[in-house]
């Protein structure tokens, strides 16, 4: 039986975005549960806040992360060792 490679060319992943893809990421699930409640009264958005909150919640991760380090970076290149 032959087995044929399926891929030829696969790019090398950036690092450093992948770092940040990863803080991000964990950023946003922190903002979940300790971010900005969400408004009450006249002013709410209603059902279309409850929908869109989470793309909010997103690019608020996405800046705070561009902006902090938390050393992902250093734990990845170390095959997951912390210390």
Do not use: H, W
């Amino acid at each position: 039986m032959q087995v044929d490679q399926i891929f030829t060319n696969i790019n090398p992943v950036n690092p450093t975005k992948l770092e940040d893809g990863l803080e991000a990421m964990f950023l946003e699930e922190m903002l979940k549960y300790c971010g900005a409640s969400k408004s009450g009264g006249g002013f709410s958005g209603g059902p279309g806040e409850e929908q869109f909150s989470s793309f909010l919640t997103r690019e608020y991760a996405g800046l705070m992360a561009q902006k902090l380090d938390f050393g992902f970076g250093s734990v990845l290149s170390k095959g997951g060792k912390c210390g």
